[in-house]
Protein backbone atom coordinates (compact mmCIF):
# COMPACT_ATOMS: atom_id res chain seq x y z
CA UNK A 1 0.00 0.00 0.00
CA UNK A 2 0.92 3.70 -0.44
CA UNK A 3 0.02 5.76 1.51
CA UNK A 4 -1.24 9.50 1.17
CA UNK A 5 -1.83 11.80 3.65
CA UNK A 6 -4.56 14.55 2.58
CA UNK A 7 -4.33 18.14 4.37
CA UNK A 8 -6.92 20.05 3.04
CA UNK A 9 -6.65 22.95 5.21
CA UNK A 10 -8.88 26.02 4.76
CA UNK A 11 -11.35 27.51 2.41
CA UNK A 12 -10.83 25.94 -1.56
CA UNK A 13 -8.05 23.65 -0.14
CA UNK A 14 -11.14 21.06 1.04
CA UNK A 15 -13.01 21.46 -2.38
CA UNK A 16 -9.76 20.95 -4.66
CA UNK A 17 -8.27 18.45 -2.47
CA UNK A 18 -11.47 16.42 -2.32
CA UNK A 19 -11.64 16.87 -6.45
CA UNK A 20 -7.58 15.55 -6.50
CA UNK A 21 -8.53 12.15 -4.24
CA UNK A 22 -11.38 11.58 -6.40
CA UNK A 23 -8.96 11.75 -9.42
CA UNK A 24 -6.67 9.50 -7.92
CA UNK A 25 -9.06 7.03 -6.80
CA UNK A 26 -10.32 6.73 -10.26
CA UNK A 27 -6.85 6.71 -11.66
CA UNK A 28 -5.63 3.77 -8.90
CA UNK A 29 -8.80 1.69 -9.96
CA UNK A 30 -6.87 1.70 -13.37
CA UNK A 31 -3.57 1.43 -12.76
CA UNK A 32 -3.77 -0.66 -9.50
CA UNK A 33 -1.50 1.41 -7.86
CA UNK A 34 -2.42 0.47 -4.38
CA UNK A 35 -3.41 3.93 -3.11
CA UNK A 36 -4.52 5.12 0.62
CA UNK A 37 -5.50 7.70 1.63
CA UNK A 38 -5.80 9.13 5.19
CA UNK A 39 -6.90 12.79 5.88
CA UNK A 40 -5.16 15.66 8.44
CA UNK A 41 -5.50 18.98 9.77
CA UNK A 42 -3.67 21.92 9.30
CA UNK A 43 -3.71 25.47 9.05
CA UNK A 44 -6.64 27.47 10.49
CA UNK A 45 -9.23 24.96 10.58
CA UNK A 46 -6.43 22.48 12.74
CA UNK A 47 -6.11 25.97 15.31
CA UNK A 48 -9.71 25.60 15.82
CA UNK A 49 -9.90 22.11 16.36
CA UNK A 50 -6.54 21.87 18.27
CA UNK A 51 -5.27 25.41 19.36
CA UNK A 52 -2.33 24.66 16.91
CA UNK A 53 -2.00 25.64 13.02
CA UNK A 54 0.42 22.34 12.73
CA UNK A 55 -1.06 19.86 15.37
CA UNK A 56 2.27 17.16 15.99
CA UNK A 57 0.07 14.38 14.85
CA UNK A 58 -0.45 15.82 11.26
CA UNK A 59 3.56 16.19 10.97
CA UNK A 60 4.22 12.77 12.37
CA UNK A 61 1.77 11.27 9.76
CA UNK A 62 3.16 13.05 7.31
CA UNK A 63 6.67 11.75 8.03
CA UNK A 64 5.48 8.11 7.95
CA UNK A 65 3.50 9.01 4.96
CA UNK A 66 4.88 8.20 0.79
CA UNK A 67 3.48 11.14 -0.03
CA UNK A 68 1.61 14.48 1.27
CA UNK A 69 -1.51 16.15 -0.64
CA UNK A 70 -1.58 19.88 0.79
CA UNK A 71 -4.59 22.03 -0.72
CA UNK A 72 -4.30 25.83 0.87
CA UNK A 73 -4.30 27.50 4.24
CA UNK A 74 -5.49 30.88 5.50
CA UNK A 75 -8.44 33.51 5.95
CA UNK A 76 -9.41 36.41 7.72
CA UNK A 77 -10.53 35.45 10.72
CA UNK A 78 -7.47 33.62 11.99
CA UNK A 79 -4.72 37.23 10.83
CA UNK A 80 -5.36 38.58 14.02
CA UNK A 81 -3.38 35.23 15.56
CA UNK A 82 -0.30 35.61 17.32
CA UNK A 83 2.65 34.52 14.20
CA UNK A 84 2.92 31.19 15.83
CA UNK A 85 -0.36 30.18 15.61
CA UNK A 86 -1.32 31.66 12.05
CA UNK A 87 -2.53 29.11 9.57
CA UNK A 88 0.73 29.93 7.37
CA UNK A 89 2.88 28.79 10.09
CA UNK A 90 1.78 24.94 9.43
CA UNK A 91 3.37 25.38 5.78
CA UNK A 92 6.99 26.31 7.22
CA UNK A 93 6.78 23.94 10.02
CA UNK A 94 6.06 20.83 7.58
CA UNK A 95 8.76 22.50 5.62
CA UNK A 96 11.38 22.66 7.95
CA UNK A 97 9.79 18.77 9.37
CA UNK A 98 9.78 17.36 6.06
CA UNK A 99 13.15 18.71 5.28
CA UNK A 100 11.69 19.62 2.18
CA UNK A 101 14.86 20.89 -0.15
CA UNK A 102 13.55 21.09 -3.88
CA UNK A 103 11.00 22.76 -5.00
CA UNK A 104 9.78 22.03 -8.63
CA UNK A 105 7.56 24.17 -10.59
CA UNK A 106 6.45 23.49 -13.64
CA UNK A 107 4.83 25.87 -16.26
CA UNK A 108 2.94 24.39 -19.15
CA UNK A 109 1.16 26.85 -21.65
CA UNK A 110 -2.29 24.78 -22.97
CA UNK A 111 -3.00 26.23 -26.76
CA UNK A 112 -6.99 26.21 -25.30
CA UNK A 113 -6.08 28.91 -22.82
CA UNK A 114 -3.29 30.71 -24.75
CA UNK A 115 -5.16 33.90 -25.26
CA UNK A 116 -4.92 34.30 -21.02
CA UNK A 117 -1.56 34.78 -21.11
CA UNK A 118 -0.24 38.27 -21.21
CA UNK A 119 2.68 37.58 -23.39
CA UNK A 120 1.99 37.20 -27.29
CA UNK A 121 0.42 33.88 -28.19
CA UNK A 122 3.10 33.00 -31.00
CA UNK A 123 5.71 33.56 -28.57
CA UNK A 124 4.38 31.41 -25.38
CA UNK A 125 2.76 28.91 -27.85
CA UNK A 126 3.76 25.07 -26.76
CA UNK A 127 5.73 26.21 -23.84
CA UNK A 128 6.35 23.57 -20.78
CA UNK A 129 9.19 24.02 -18.55
CA UNK A 130 10.21 22.99 -14.89
CA UNK A 131 12.09 25.27 -12.13
CA UNK A 132 13.84 23.12 -9.63
CA UNK A 133 14.18 25.61 -6.97
CA UNK A 134 16.82 25.20 -3.81
CA UNK A 135 14.94 25.77 -1.02
CA UNK A 136 16.57 25.50 2.53
CA UNK A 137 19.34 27.43 2.05
CA UNK A 138 20.98 30.52 0.07
CA UNK A 139 21.02 33.65 1.24
CA UNK A 140 17.26 33.46 2.76
CA UNK A 141 19.17 31.13 5.42
CA UNK A 142 22.70 32.32 5.36
CA UNK A 143 24.03 35.08 8.00
CA UNK A 144 22.41 38.18 8.31
CA UNK A 145 22.61 41.53 10.28
CA UNK A 146 20.32 44.13 11.12
CA UNK A 147 20.87 47.43 12.18
CA UNK A 148 24.45 47.49 12.74
CA UNK A 149 25.91 51.10 12.69
CA UNK A 150 29.62 51.29 11.56
CA UNK A 151 31.22 54.90 11.81
CA UNK A 152 28.17 56.48 12.39
CA UNK A 153 26.03 55.15 9.46
CA UNK A 154 23.62 52.14 9.74
CA UNK A 155 23.91 48.89 7.23
CA UNK A 156 22.68 45.73 6.92
CA UNK A 157 23.42 42.47 5.10
CA UNK A 158 22.52 39.11 4.22
CA UNK A 159 24.67 36.13 3.00
CA UNK A 160 24.35 33.72 0.19
CA UNK A 161 26.26 30.54 1.40
CA UNK A 162 26.15 27.34 -0.60
CA UNK A 163 28.27 24.40 0.45
CA UNK A 164 28.95 21.64 -2.67
CA UNK A 165 26.56 18.73 -0.90
CA UNK A 166 23.79 21.63 -0.77
CA UNK A 167 24.48 22.38 -4.83
CA UNK A 168 24.81 18.46 -5.58
CA UNK A 169 21.43 17.57 -3.86
CA UNK A 170 19.45 20.08 -5.68
CA UNK A 171 21.33 19.74 -8.90
CA UNK A 172 20.81 16.04 -8.94
CA UNK A 173 17.06 16.54 -8.53
CA UNK A 174 17.25 18.85 -11.58
CA UNK A 175 19.25 16.19 -13.88
CA UNK A 176 16.24 13.57 -12.78
CA UNK A 177 13.88 15.77 -13.68
CA UNK A 178 15.67 16.87 -17.00
CA UNK A 179 15.92 12.59 -17.61
CA UNK A 180 12.02 12.55 -17.10
CA UNK A 181 11.28 15.35 -19.55
CA UNK A 182 13.18 16.67 -22.98
CA UNK A 183 16.54 15.79 -20.98
CA UNK A 184 17.84 19.81 -21.44
CA UNK A 185 18.86 21.52 -18.25
CA UNK A 186 19.70 25.13 -17.69
CA UNK A 187 21.69 25.88 -14.68
CA UNK A 188 20.66 29.63 -13.65
CA UNK A 189 23.38 31.60 -11.50
CA UNK A 190 25.21 35.19 -11.19
CA UNK A 191 28.59 33.23 -11.87
CA UNK A 192 30.21 36.68 -13.44
CA UNK A 193 29.76 38.58 -9.69
CA UNK A 194 29.48 35.91 -7.13
CA UNK A 195 31.67 33.64 -5.54
CA UNK A 196 29.05 31.00 -4.40
CA UNK A 197 27.63 30.93 -7.95
CA UNK A 198 31.15 30.03 -9.58
CA UNK A 199 31.01 26.79 -7.12
CA UNK A 200 27.35 26.44 -8.04
CA UNK A 201 28.70 26.27 -12.04
CA UNK A 202 31.31 23.91 -10.97
CA UNK A 203 29.24 21.50 -9.47
CA UNK A 204 26.81 21.03 -12.29
CA UNK A 205 29.55 21.24 -14.51
CA UNK A 206 31.29 18.22 -13.00
CA UNK A 207 28.06 16.46 -12.41
CA UNK A 208 27.21 16.87 -15.81
CA UNK A 209 29.77 14.23 -16.61
CA UNK A 210 27.57 11.53 -14.76
CA UNK A 211 24.43 12.63 -17.24
CA UNK A 212 25.57 11.91 -21.09
CA UNK A 213 22.14 12.29 -21.86
CA UNK A 214 21.00 15.85 -20.91
CA UNK A 215 22.21 18.68 -22.43
CA UNK A 216 23.44 21.37 -19.93
CA UNK A 217 23.71 25.32 -20.38
CA UNK A 218 23.92 28.30 -18.15
CA UNK A 219 22.80 31.57 -18.27
CA UNK A 220 23.13 34.27 -16.00
CA UNK A 221 20.02 35.32 -13.76
CA UNK A 222 19.31 38.48 -15.36
CA UNK A 223 19.22 36.48 -18.88
CA UNK A 224 17.35 34.29 -17.89
CA UNK A 225 14.51 36.32 -16.41
CA UNK A 226 15.07 38.17 -20.05
CA UNK A 227 14.83 35.49 -22.22
CA UNK A 228 11.51 33.84 -20.15
CA UNK A 229 9.46 36.72 -21.58
CA UNK A 230 10.97 36.57 -24.64
CA UNK A 231 11.40 32.92 -25.11
CA UNK A 232 10.16 30.93 -22.62
CA UNK A 233 10.15 27.86 -24.89
CA UNK A 234 14.03 27.28 -25.34
CA UNK A 235 13.46 26.20 -21.13
CA UNK A 236 12.94 22.57 -20.64
CA UNK A 237 14.52 22.39 -16.91
CA UNK A 238 15.79 25.31 -15.32
CA UNK A 239 17.66 24.65 -11.71
CA UNK A 240 18.85 27.23 -9.93
CA UNK A 241 19.29 28.77 -6.14
CA UNK A 242 16.98 29.97 -3.60
CA UNK A 243 16.20 33.33 -4.15
CA UNK A 244 16.66 33.57 -8.24
CA UNK A 245 14.23 30.67 -7.83
CA UNK A 246 11.48 32.32 -6.21
CA UNK A 247 11.88 35.05 -8.48
CA UNK A 248 11.84 33.38 -11.82
CA UNK A 249 9.08 31.02 -10.56
CA UNK A 250 6.66 33.55 -9.88
CA UNK A 251 7.77 35.18 -12.98
CA UNK A 252 7.08 31.77 -15.23
CA UNK A 253 3.87 31.64 -13.88
CA UNK A 254 2.47 34.32 -15.45
CA UNK A 255 3.38 33.01 -18.40
CA UNK A 256 0.51 30.47 -18.48
CA UNK A 257 -2.24 32.97 -17.44
CA UNK A 258 -4.17 31.53 -14.50
CA UNK A 259 -3.18 30.28 -11.11
CA UNK A 260 -5.88 28.13 -10.68
CA UNK A 261 -4.08 25.78 -13.18
CA UNK A 262 -0.71 25.55 -11.73
CA UNK A 263 0.79 22.58 -9.32
CA UNK A 264 3.93 22.23 -7.22
CA UNK A 265 5.80 19.59 -5.81
CA UNK A 266 8.44 20.26 -2.64
CA UNK A 267 10.88 16.95 -2.64
CA UNK A 268 11.77 15.94 1.04
CA UNK A 269 14.27 14.15 2.64
CA UNK A 270 11.27 12.46 4.37
CA UNK A 271 8.59 12.76 2.44
CA UNK A 272 7.51 14.97 -0.45
CA UNK A 273 5.05 17.56 -0.59
CA UNK A 274 2.95 18.69 -3.39
CA UNK A 275 0.52 21.74 -3.69
CA UNK A 276 -1.54 23.76 -5.96
CA UNK A 277 0.28 27.27 -6.00
CA UNK A 278 -2.57 29.52 -5.28
CA UNK A 279 -4.15 29.63 -1.62
CA UNK A 280 -7.06 29.35 0.44
CA UNK A 281 -9.02 31.99 -1.77
CA UNK A 282 -11.53 32.68 0.94
CA UNK A 283 -13.56 34.90 -1.86
CA UNK A 284 -14.84 31.74 -3.52
CA UNK A 285 -14.38 29.15 -0.76
CA UNK A 286 -17.45 26.82 -0.49
CA UNK A 287 -19.40 28.00 -3.89
CA UNK A 288 -18.49 24.79 -5.93
CA UNK A 289 -16.25 27.63 -8.02
CA UNK A 290 -12.47 27.00 -7.38
CA UNK A 291 -10.62 25.41 -10.22
CA UNK A 292 -9.24 21.79 -9.07
CA UNK A 293 -6.91 21.59 -12.13
CA UNK A 294 -3.73 22.45 -10.12
CA UNK A 295 -4.33 20.46 -7.14
CA UNK A 296 -5.57 17.64 -9.51
CA UNK A 297 -2.03 18.23 -11.77
CA UNK A 298 -0.22 18.55 -8.58
CA UNK A 299 -2.03 14.80 -7.80
CA UNK A 300 -0.29 14.18 -11.12
CA UNK A 301 2.98 15.31 -9.88
CA UNK A 302 2.68 12.96 -6.57
CA UNK A 303 2.35 10.06 -8.99
CA UNK A 304 5.14 10.71 -10.62
CA UNK A 305 7.70 11.52 -8.21
CA UNK A 306 7.11 9.84 -5.12
CA UNK A 307 5.60 6.91 -6.78
CA UNK A 308 7.41 6.55 -10.18
CA UNK A 309 3.70 6.02 -11.69
CA UNK A 310 4.62 7.84 -14.94
CA UNK A 311 2.01 6.49 -16.96
CA UNK A 312 -0.97 7.15 -14.42
CA UNK A 313 0.29 10.97 -14.28
CA UNK A 314 0.81 11.33 -18.16
CA UNK A 315 -2.76 9.98 -17.89
CA UNK A 316 -4.26 12.86 -15.19
CA UNK A 317 -2.77 15.31 -17.41
CA UNK A 318 -3.99 14.00 -20.67
CA UNK A 319 -7.40 14.01 -18.92
CA UNK A 320 -7.06 17.71 -17.88
CA UNK A 321 -5.78 18.90 -21.52
CA UNK A 322 -8.48 17.33 -23.09
CA UNK A 323 -11.19 18.92 -20.73
CA UNK A 324 -9.92 22.18 -21.75
CA UNK A 325 -9.76 21.04 -25.43
CA UNK A 326 -13.27 20.14 -25.37
CA UNK A 327 -14.07 23.65 -24.29
CA UNK A 328 -14.66 23.46 -20.33
CA UNK A 329 -14.33 25.72 -18.45
CA UNK A 330 -14.61 27.34 -14.84
CA UNK A 331 -15.08 30.35 -13.93
CA UNK A 332 -11.66 31.78 -13.60
CA UNK A 333 -10.40 31.03 -17.18
CA UNK A 334 -14.41 31.34 -18.26
CA UNK A 335 -14.76 33.05 -21.95
CA UNK A 336 -17.79 33.73 -23.71
CA UNK A 337 -18.83 30.63 -26.16
CA UNK A 338 -17.17 27.99 -23.72
CA UNK A 339 -18.95 25.34 -21.37
CA UNK A 340 -19.08 27.25 -17.96
CA UNK A 341 -18.44 24.27 -14.66
CA UNK A 342 -18.25 24.03 -11.70
CA UNK A 343 -15.57 22.03 -8.81
CA UNK A 344 -17.46 19.00 -8.85
CA UNK A 345 -18.34 18.99 -12.78
CA UNK A 346 -14.41 19.88 -13.59
CA UNK A 347 -13.82 16.68 -11.35
CA UNK A 348 -16.50 14.41 -13.01
CA UNK A 349 -15.36 15.37 -16.73
CA UNK A 350 -11.81 14.87 -15.60
CA UNK A 351 -12.28 11.49 -14.45
CA UNK A 352 -14.98 10.51 -17.13
CA UNK A 353 -11.60 11.10 -19.49
CA UNK A 354 -8.96 9.06 -17.51
P1 LIG B 1 -5.20 33.26 -3.41
O1 LIG B 1 -4.30 32.49 -4.30
O2 LIG B 1 -5.93 32.50 -2.38
O3 LIG B 1 -6.27 34.04 -4.32
C1 LIG B 1 -5.91 35.05 -5.26
C2 LIG B 1 -7.06 35.24 -6.29
O4 LIG B 1 -7.08 34.11 -7.16
C3 LIG B 1 -8.44 35.29 -5.63
O5 LIG B 1 -9.25 36.18 -6.35
C4 LIG B 1 -8.99 33.90 -5.79
O6 LIG B 1 -10.39 33.81 -5.85
C5 LIG B 1 -8.34 33.43 -7.09
N1 LIG B 1 -8.05 31.98 -7.07
C6 LIG B 1 -7.07 31.36 -6.37
N2 LIG B 1 -7.11 30.04 -6.57
C7 LIG B 1 -8.16 29.81 -7.42
C8 LIG B 1 -8.71 28.64 -8.00
N3 LIG B 1 -8.23 27.41 -7.73
N4 LIG B 1 -9.79 28.78 -8.80
C9 LIG B 1 -10.29 30.00 -9.08
N5 LIG B 1 -9.80 31.14 -8.58
C10 LIG B 1 -8.74 31.06 -7.75
O7 LIG B 1 -4.31 34.39 -2.75
P2 LIG B 1 -4.72 35.50 -1.65
O8 LIG B 1 -6.10 35.99 -1.90
O9 LIG B 1 -3.60 36.46 -1.63
O10 LIG B 1 -4.69 34.74 -0.26
C11 LIG B 1 -5.85 34.18 0.38
C12 LIG B 1 -5.40 33.40 1.59
O11 LIG B 1 -4.59 32.30 1.16
C13 LIG B 1 -4.54 34.21 2.57
O12 LIG B 1 -4.89 33.85 3.88
C14 LIG B 1 -3.12 33.78 2.25
O13 LIG B 1 -2.26 33.88 3.36
C15 LIG B 1 -3.35 32.32 1.89
N6 LIG B 1 -2.30 31.72 1.00
C16 LIG B 1 -2.00 30.42 1.26
C17 LIG B 1 -1.10 29.78 0.45
C18 LIG B 1 -0.81 28.33 0.73
O14 LIG B 1 -1.51 27.72 1.55
N7 LIG B 1 0.18 27.72 0.10
C19 LIG B 1 -0.53 30.43 -0.65
C20 LIG B 1 -0.91 31.74 -0.91
C21 LIG B 1 -1.81 32.38 -0.06
Sequence with gaps: MKKIIVI???GIG???????????????????LGLEFEERDAGGTAYDKFGEPLPAETLDACKAADAVLFGAVGGKQWDNLPVDKRPEKALFGLRKGLGLYGNLRPVKVYDALI?????????VSGSDLLIVRELV???????????EIVDGVERAYDTEIYSVPEIERIVKLGFDSARKRRKKLTSV???NVLASSRLWRRVV???????????????????????????PKQFDVIVTGNMFG????????????????????????????????????????????????GTILSAAMLLRYSLNAENAAQAIEAAVDKTLADGYRTADI?????????????????????
Design 115 to 123: DGSPLKPEL
Design 14 to 32: KEVTASAVEVLKKIDAKFN
Design 246 to 293: DILSDEASVIGGSIGLMPSASIGELTSFYEPIHGSAPDIAGKNIANPM
Design 8 to 10: PGD
Design 137 to 147: GGIYFGPRREA
Design 334 to 354: YQDGFKKIGTKEATEIICARL
Design 189 to 191: DKA
Design 205 to 231: NDMAKNYPDVEVNHLYVDNAAMQLAVN
